[in-house]
């Protein structure tokens, strides 16, 4: 399996929410697993208004360390057969249970919103990554429009860090869908449908990237 670790020290920059609908994405084609590692457990609680939906869907599941640690996780989730994803929420922080989440990631996803104060946060965030060797990749989130999703591209070119072409909405849905316990594909609606295909692009584009890297 993949891992993909979602890392931010930027708090409200959309880890848990990208996390759980890329599980669910990915999740329609191969195993999705979660891990969260923040502790307001923000995944945790969707997840288990999840498994209270009738019938409860198999994918994503949860992964529960149970003492665990991560790395050794992630070493046995690695071997399983079978192909698939994991994705692991951490708290925005970037101290040592984000560096271990960092080191055991095949990528590092960074979520950063169109605003200044976000997009002049994400160097301290890349600064840190790079000092462990990890290799990260930025993704916009939750952009008003096009314009303001293309001037945040532009702002975060100047890091040495692939930019997503693609951008996350600011819709409504994913609010909806976080609150159901669902992904955005499985709402109704001409918005799920567009936030479903944004997600389907900004997914291709993610495992092309570590496919890239490996």
Request: hydrophobic share 40%; charged share 25%; aromatic share 4%.
């Amino acid at each position: 399996m993949q891992i993909f670790s979602l890392i931010s020290q930027k708090g409200g920059a959309g880890k848990s929410t990208l996390a759980r609908q890329l599980a669910v994405l990915a999740g329609e084609d191969a195993p999705s697993l979660l891990i969260d590692r923040d502790p307001q457990e923000t995944t945790t609680k969707w997840w288990q208004r999840r498994q209270a939906l009738q019938p409860a869907p198999e994918r994503p599941d949860l992964i529960d360390l149970d003492g665990t640690d991560l790395t050794t996780a992630a070493a046995t989730l690695r071997k399983r057969p079978g192909g698939g994803a994991v994705f692991v929420d951490t708290r925005p922080a970037v101290a040592e249970p984000e560096a271990e989440a960092a080191r055991v990631a095949d990528l590092v996803i960074v979520p950063v919103r169109p605003s200044p104060d976000d997009l002049e946060a994400v160097g301290e965030t890349l600064k840190i990554l790079r000092r462990l060797g990890q290799r990260a990749v930025l993704v916009v989130n939750a952009a008003k429009n096009e314009g303001r999703a293309r001037d945040a591209r532009a702002a975060l070119s100047r890091y040495p860090v692939p930019v997503c072409p693609t951008h996350i909405a600011d819709r409504a849905v994913y609010l909806d869908a976080s609150l159901e316990g669902r992904g955005v594909g499985e709402m109704r609606g001409a918005a799920a449908r567009d936030a479903h295909a944004e997600l389907r692009t900004v997914w291709a584009w993610l495992q092309e990237v570590a496919h890239e890297q490996h």
